[in-house]
């Protein structure tokens, strides 16, 4: 398949707001279950290990036309909250049996209490996670949080939950994980083949996707990347932050990139590289992701930094890596946790002299033309200057 | 020598110079300014184009580099683009070499611009989404008081009593003005508390990048705007900017000049790297 | 305000008492350096006073300092001053309007410098943005920190899990810090005598919000309510000082009953009680006395909040509890109002309708505030519903005075209660 | 005879609706709102006056026998446009002698003989195109008098400036400034004269009566004789702080709003309106007592305002924008209804290709997504649902209404009167009449 086609599907997936991808691999076979989830992260490997498909909801994007979610938040609260609960209320989410809310911010942690009560019958929780990264403390906490967590979905799909199972998924999800991390790798190594919105499709397709058919998916387009002859321009390489949770509509990534930029790093979707090593498959599985997040996780604004030094360096650190000659804060208007940050990250890229803006979104941004004069003097300023 | 064109599509006007550069020496040949008054830009482009190669006794072969800012571009007949806050910061050290910051003063947007003496962009930053206290709103204001765009500076300056517009929204603004005419406040009085407002909004975008050094440059149609001018050079003072807010007779065409003298940079950098067939 | 011009009613003993207090307290806190007391910082929500305080440490709290500058109307120059040092202008504006009070030399209230904390004591209950504030704090103090994660009682109940998690954060991690910063050894009996005297002032408390049921309310339990849960809520809870001022307020609210007397206004008792109220979220702060007057004008009085449920929900039964204090003080931060899942809100809410004779719920929603007020259209829904009571939506901010509207406020509080009074009327005739 | 009035002080109009002792209307007058509150209410309860007195010459005619239902209708048409002309022509004769006297402004020092010169030249041309508009089947752009005069003076002005060697601008200045002063200035109250005027010249046009020309000029000399006492009028709106009334003689305006649905619609439960800078979702019940209502933030966007950018920014009036989204094949998507932006947005759309229509018919969809969102938060749309306010003028606004109303609420009944700008006024007008007949 060469990229076109593969970015064809993507495309369809993601301009689809009633989710028939999942939908029809829950009807494929009776009694099958989905777990839809919200941002950031959640283990995704306990559902799995449960037979249910995980579904990664991310709001509605710039397609759906928002009426009851409207109704229902004040307009200085950010877009993904009301989008999904128009896709709630339209229906679009009937076929999902159960619904998390991760601990990411207090929009997301009082929508898993409005979903309680719009939706009596359904399966919701909040997912809490520990800001205590101490073994014996945040550790044993989440560990008891996961186990329960196990439980319900045990109950939810009717299916035990053996160790062997999660320690296969965990197998499964290893494998995921790299290849996200392949794709990654190659778009920062020759950006000029890999485009971000191609990522960011592919990337969303998987928040939908069975993992093992998003794993087929993955191989392919890293196949068909390679074979592609675009040629190289005159852009500069920038890491885009900040929209780990509501995400951009697809017009501004390519603005960005319209713009004079070439992005290779950015922090959508985080739950599929959430866990950046390798999760052990052979011990206690439930340990192990406790491990996996307490150690060796992805950092956003979402999580307490319990030192001062370590504050924005993930970020520094990818900068680092990927050879970024900058960096572009962008956030949802009125997102607490990037907002908050912030001021904190761009004094971290100021004592380290990387340049950098900011600026705000939402999802359903209709114009572009600030978003590219922004994006568009900065790439000028490091194209002529440096 | 290099003979570049600049051409900067603004909302509401479409400014276009020709250049002529040969290092350090730069010369300032032609220029047009054009109201766009609910005629296609791309034709007035287009045509101011043609009117600028004219006037300076040139055809178009002679052009090197055409370069576009603002809105200019889907401009198919440029040679490259520049993205306004490039593009003002130069056309600034050009009119004032003493410019270390510009302020622009769009029909919708505000930008704030740093840099150095070479017209290298530091830091900026634009008004949000929201389009409280724009250029527009002014315009509108202006109209509904029955006065002409050139003799808002002029009344304002007389203003003994600034009215406070309190509403963030331009559309309920609109409103709190016509307040103000029935509550009998002079209209000195109402454009002064108009631009104290914009100023503050702008104001903040200069304290926001730091402005702190030299002056600081008003760019842009609004800039000819003494009674703005004043407010913002008042609202610095209250907000301990160091730097004192100046404009010049030419400030509409800063972009269009930023344009053209980067133009002509990028095309003999284009030309020394021998790779000019990209820019076209 | 200016007192002095006024011929105000003589202040009642309980609001000189609980000035004294005040003014006490922040003395305290600014001459800290002289006699050498180690000050922690933290929240309202979920403080861990009577800890702090075995310890033989001051306790200052950031958002009683921006209500203070807010209320002295300070906050907006200090919000736009963190505003143009990079600080969004989305997010919660005490925040700004703590970090804008550093940049102008962190005065206090009594006009002397606050000095720097000792220790960021980060007990994050029920809000987020209390982790990003103290990260934000820490770097401008460079000083211990130490965070207290309460996990959110999605469910609605308090687990094991849950429980265990604060105890071994407070054993392991909390009181090792706070024995660091004052030099003193955990005293697990003081902190017991501290929690007995915080039960003792608790009863007082929840008597005096209760009397509130009584039709011809003796008390404003929100405009009002705001004073009479500050000694709870901040540095006093656990002291003598809070003893003895609830049973101040106690007795004179006893005193108004039988008077037949209905709340304390700023310009005396008010008149005629139209409507009762119901209020849920955070007043305004930068026209507090303004807000307050659209509705004694109108003959409103609140006759339940929940704002004064945020320190802790008490009116359930939940007291601090000397015998098992540690078990104690985690089942106060996982309790407190704005930790609460969705339903328990909508729940409680409920009750205060039904118990408080209500006339409809108002909602004053917080622009700063996530936390309270993502979802509470939801609120107001559900409570319509389930009640058949109208409910009304506000929108203001805290500390930030550009978020005041009074026109707009004014506006629909006007048409809310024309509304409420037609349809009492139409019933009536009916 | 005794007449209840109720005025509606909106942001962009003010409305005026008098009503007699038994709740039924005689009449409605609308202006544009302006900087002086007094005097847009004035004007507004003027024109109800008039409309009033027109509503009572039928009634007077009906008498008359020999005389039917057509013509009286015909004969009142042609009263009323000449009633109009001549009131037109009297405000362009102010407008032209302000004008005039404005010239004489610092501004322009030396040049008042010259500019007066130019307008009476472009008065006169005026005059003589703006009198066609009052001529029979004619359908005027729009109801105001600014409107009228200001479509054609920048056209003739324009002309007439080049031809005469003159500034367009400064034309455009003394206009700007002179309008606002006539337009606070309310017509002169001769409303008798101007109607016997009007009279004596369309009996002189009728051929055709079956009655004597005598009868109807007793008739209609009768009901101007007839005094109307103001006997209560009720404020609400916006602008309703500002109205020189006594406390209890004002109402909000969602109460007026929920009442003047009921008395136009019995069955209304819901009721939206959609004015220049608010939007409200309310629900009535069977009395037409609100039960609850919601209302567009500290924005403006969305509401009626929004198409007055988008019809400036096209060079279009008001009433233009609808027709022309109904040309659409397609619905082009817009997510920002920033009123400020509007302008912008539908640039942006037209540099990316997309047809004017297809974009007008965008924005009007976004302007009803939002006011889908309000009714959604005041409590959804319950059986009938009655559409009011300035926008419901607007076909293509009432287009994708209907349809939203059809995919989130299925068949519902949609009441949407063509007087339904007045819904405000004739909700206040019902509560002066019950302040007095039911006290
Ligand atoms: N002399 C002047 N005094 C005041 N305002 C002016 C003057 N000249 C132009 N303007 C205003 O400047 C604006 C156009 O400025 P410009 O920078 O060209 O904007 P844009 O680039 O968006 O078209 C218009 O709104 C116009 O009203
Ligand atoms: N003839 C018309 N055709 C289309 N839209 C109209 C027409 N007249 C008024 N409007 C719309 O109605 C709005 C004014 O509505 P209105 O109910 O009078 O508002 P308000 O009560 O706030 O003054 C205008 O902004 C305009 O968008
Ligand atoms: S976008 Fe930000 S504020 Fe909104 S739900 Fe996500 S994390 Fe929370
Ligand atoms: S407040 Fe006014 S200017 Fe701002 S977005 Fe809303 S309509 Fe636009
Ligand atoms: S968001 Fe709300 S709870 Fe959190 S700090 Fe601000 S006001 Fe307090």
């Known amino acids: ?386 | 020598m290099t003979t570049s064109i600049g051409i900067d599509v603004g909302t509401g006007c479409i400014k276009t110079v020709l250049f002529k550069v040969d290092g350090d020496n730069i010369e300032w040949i032609a220029r047009r300014n054009d109201k766009i008054r609910q005629r296609d830009p791309m034709e007035l482009a287009r045509r101011a184009y043609e009117e600028v190669i004219e006037e300076a006794g040139l055809t178009e072969a002679d052009i090197q580099y055409t370069a576009t800012t603002g809105e200019g571009e889907n401009i198919e007949f440029s040679t490259g683009h520049f993205y306004s806050m490039t593009t003002h910061a130069r056309g600034a050290i050009y009119l004032n070499p003493e410019s270390r910051s510009v302020l622009d003063m769009g029909a919708l947007n505000g930008r704030a611009v740093k840099m150095d003496e070479h017209g290298k962009v530091l830091t900026y930053r634009m008004t949000s989404q929201c389009a409280s206290g724009s250029g527009q709103f002014l315009e509108n204001i202006s109209r509904y008081l029955g006065i002409a765009q050139n003799e808002i500076g002029e009344l304002s300056k007389q203003a003994d009593d600034p009215e406070n517009v309190s509403s963030i929204c331009a559309v309920l603004a609109e409103t709190d003005v016509i307040n103000m005419v029935s509550r009998g406040i002079s209209a000195p009085n109402i454009l002064r508390g108009i631009h104290d407002s914009m100023a503050g909004r702008l104001v903040k975008l200069l304290r926001v990048i730091k402005a702190d050094e030299g002056v600081t440059f008003l760019s842009g149609g609004l800039a000819l705007d003494e009674g703005l001018m004043d407010s913002i050079n008042a609202s610095m003072v209250k907000m301990k900017i160091p730097t004192k807010a100046v404009n010049h007779p030419d400030s509409p065409y800063a972009g269009a000049i930023g344009a053209a003298i980067w133009g002509a940079y990028r095309y003999d950098k284009l030309a020394e790297q021998g790779s000019l067939a990209i820019a076209s | 305000m200016n007192t002095a011009t006024k011929p105000e009613a003589i202040k009642d003993a309980s609001m000189l008492k609980q000035k004294a207090m005040i003014a006490r307290n922040y003395d305290a806190l600014t001459s800290a350096p002289e006699t050498g007391k180690k000050i922690v910082s933290t929240f309202v929500p979920g403080n861990l006073n009577e800890l702090i305080n075995s310890f033989g440490l001051l306790n200052n709290l950031p958002e009683i300092n921006a209500i203070n500058n807010g209320m002295r109307k300070q906050s907006g120059a200090m919000i736009m001053d963190a505003e143009r040092s990079g600080h969004s202008e989305d997010v919660c504006t005490y925040v700004k309007a703590d970090i804008g009070m550093m940049s102008k030399g962190n005065i206090a209230p009594n006009g002397k410098v606050m000095p720097p904390p000792n220790l960021l004591l980060l007990s994050y209950t029920g809000c987020f943005t209390f982790m990003k504030w103290f990260e934000l704090l820490r770097k401008e103090y460079n000083c211990d920190t130490v965070m207290l994660q309460v996990p959110y009682t999605g469910d609605g109940v308090i687990t094991d899990n849950m429980r265990n998690f604060v105890v071994k954060q407070l054993k392991e991690e909390v009181i090792p810090a706070l024995e660091k910063t004052s030099g003193v050894k955990f005293d697990i009996d003081r902190l017991r005598e501290n929690m007995a005297r915080s039960a003792k002032a608790e009863d007082d408390l929840v008597w005096v919000l209760e009397s509130a049921k009584n039709v011809r309310s003796p008390i404003d339990a929100y405009f009002g309510g705001v004073y009479y849960i500050g000694p709870i809520f901040t540095a006093f809870r656990g002291t003598q000082d809070a003893i003895e001022y609830y049973q101040l307020l106690r007795g004179e609210i006893e005193k108004r009953m039988q008077d037949g007397l209905g709340p304390v206004t700023p310009e005396g008792d008010m008149g005629e009680e139209k409507y009762r109220l119901v209020v849920e979220g955070p007043p305004n702060w930068t026209s507090f006395r303004e807000f307050w007057k659209m509705f004694y004008d109108e003959g409103a009085v609140v006759v339940a909040s929940t704002y004064t449920k945020v320190g802790g929900v008490y009116d359930e039964g939940f007291r601090h509890d000397p015998t098992n204090p540690l078990e104690s003080l985690a089942d106060y931060c996982l309790g407190c109002y704005t930790n609460r899942n969705m339903p328990s809100r909508v729940d409680l809410i409920e009750k205060y309708m039904n118990e408080y004779q209500a006339d409809g719920l108002l909602i004053n929603s917080i622009k700063s505030c996530n936390s309270f007020s993502a979802g509470q259209l939801m609120m107001m829904n559900e409570i319509e519903k389930r009640t058949g009571k109208p409910g009304a939506f506000i929108e203001t901010d805290l500390v930030d005075p550009r978020y005041f509207s009074a026109a707009n406020v004014k506006n629909r509080l006007e048409s809310y209660f024309q509304m409420v009074d037609q349809k009492r009327r139409s019933t009536r005739t009916a | 005879m005794k007449c209840y009035i109720g005025i509606d002080l909106g942001s962009t109009t003010t409305k005026a609706v008098v009503m007699d002792e038994f709740g039924e209307v005689l009449g409605r007058g609308i202006t544009n709102s302006r900087s002086n509150y007094d005097t847009a209410s004035r004007v507004a309860k003027l024109e109800a006056f008039i409309s009033t007195r027109l509503t009572l010459f039928h009634r007077a005619l009906e008498g008359l026998s020999g005389l039917e239902g057509e013509k009286i209708d015909r004969l009142l048409l042609n009263l009323e446009r000449h009633f109009r002309l001549e009131l037109f022509l009297e405000q362009l004769e102010d407008l032209h002698q302000t004008c005039a006297g404005n010239a004489g402004d610092l501004r322009y020092p030396g040049q008042k003989a010259k500019i007066c010169a130019v307008l009476d030249v472009a008065f006169a041309r005026l005059c003589e195109k703006l009198q066609g508009l009052f001529a029979p089947g004619v359908v005027r752009k729009s109801d105001f008098f600014r409107d009228l005069a200001g479509s054609e003076y920048m056209n003739i002005a324009e002309q007439t400036a080049k031809e005469m060697g003159m500034n367009f601008d400064t034309l455009i200045n003394i206009y700007d400034k002179s309008i606002i002063e006539v337009e606070n200035r309310p017509p002169n109250d001769d409303m008798e004269g101007k109607f016997l005027r009007a009279l004596t010249n369309v009996l002189a046009e009728e051929t055709d009566l079956s009655v004597s020309s005598d009868d109807v000029m007793k008739a209609i000399k009768s009901v101007l004789d007839m005094d109307l006492e103001e006997t209560y009028v009720v404020g609400t709106g916006y602008g309703r702080v500002r109205l020189p009334f006594p406390k209890e003689h004002i109402r909000s305006e969602i109460l007026c709003h929920g009442l003047g649905a009921h008395l136009m619609y019995p069955k209304t439960r819901t009721v939206l309106d959609i004015g220049g800078q608010d939007t409200k979702g309310i629900q009535i019940d069977d009395k037409g007592i609100v039960v609850n209502f919601q209302m567009n933030d500290r924005c403006a966007a969305g509401c009626g305002r929004y198409l007055g950018y988008i019809a400036d920014e096209m060079n279009l009036g008001l009433h233009e924008l609808g027709p022309m989204a109904m040309k659409a094949t397609k619905t082009v998507r817009i997510n920002s209804t920033c009123t400020v932006f509007a302008g912008a947005e539908l640039r942006d759309r037209l540099a990316l290709g997309e047809k004017r229509e297809d974009i007008m018919a965008g924005l009007h969809r976004a302007i009803i997504l939002r006011a889908m969102s309000i009714i959604s938060r005041s409590g959804g749309i319950t059986d009938e649902f009655t559409f009011t306010g300035g926008v419901a003028k607007n076909e293509a606004a009432v287009k994708q209404l209907r349809e939203l109303v059809q995919e989130n609420y299925g068949d519902v009944q949609i009441n949407i009167n063509p007087d339904s700008i007045y819904t405000g006024a004739l909700g206040g007008a019902e509560f002066a009449r019950r302040a007095v007949e039911e006290a």
């Open chain 1, 1 to 386: 398949m060469s990229t076109a086609e593969i970015i064809a599907r993507c495309e369809e997936l993601y301009e689809d707001t009633t989710f028939a991808a999942s939908r029809a691999w829950k009807e494929a076979v009776p009694g099958r279950k989905v777990v839809g989830f919200m941002p950031v992260y959640i283990p995704e490997e306990i559902i799995h290990a449960a037979g249910m498909l995980p579904l990664g909801i991310l709001g509605g994007g710039d397609n759906l036309e928002v009426i009851h979610g409207d109704a229902f938040y004040q307009s200085y609260i950010c877009r993904i909250p009301r989008s999904t609960i128009e896709l709630g209320l339209t229906g679009r989410l009937d076929f999902v049996d159960g619904m998390l809310f991760p601990s990411i911010c207090d929009v997301i942690r009082n929508l898993s209490g409005m979903w309680k009560l719009m939706k009596p019958g359904v399966y919701a929780k909040y997912f809490d996670v520990p800001q205590n990264y101490r073994d014996d403390i945040g550790g044993e906490y989440y560990q008891n949080e996961m186990q329960e967590l196990r439980h319900d979905m045990e109950k939810l799909s009717g299916n035990t939950i053996t160790d062997e199972a999660l320690n296969n998924s965990i197998a499964i999800y290893n494998e995921h994980r790299q290849l996200v991390r392949d794709v990654y790798a190659m778009r920062s190594a020759e950006p000029w083949k890999v485009p971000s919105s191609e990522v960011y499709l592919v990337m969303r397709a998987g928040q939908v996707l069975p993992v093992e058919e998003h794993i087929v998916m993955l191989k392919e387009y890293l196949a068909a990347v390679v074979k592609e002859d675009k040629p190289i321009r005159d852009k500069c390489r920038i890491i885009t932050c900040g929209s780990f949770c509501e995400q951009p509509p697809l017009n501004m990534i390519k603005s960005i990139e319209m713009a004079g930029c070439y992005v290779v790093d950015d922090d959508y979707m985080l739950v599929n590289r959430w866990l950046m090593e390798e999760v052990p498959t052979d011990g206690d599985p439930i340990k192990s992701l406790a491990d996996a997040f307490l150690h060796h996780s992805a950092d956003s604004s979402a999580k307490y930094c319990d030192t001062q030094e370590k504050v924005g360096q993930y970020l520094l650190d990818s900068v680092i890596k990927n050879k970024a000659e900058g960096v572009i804060f962008a956030a949802p208007s009125f997102c607490d946790p990037a907002l908050l940050e912030r001021p904190l990250l761009s004094a971290k890229m100021s004592e380290n002299n990387v340049p950098h803006i900011s600026f705000k979104y939402a999802e359903n941004s209709g114009q572009m033309q600030p978003i590219r004069e922004q994006a568009g003097t900065f790439a000028d300023s490091i194209k002529l200057w440096s």
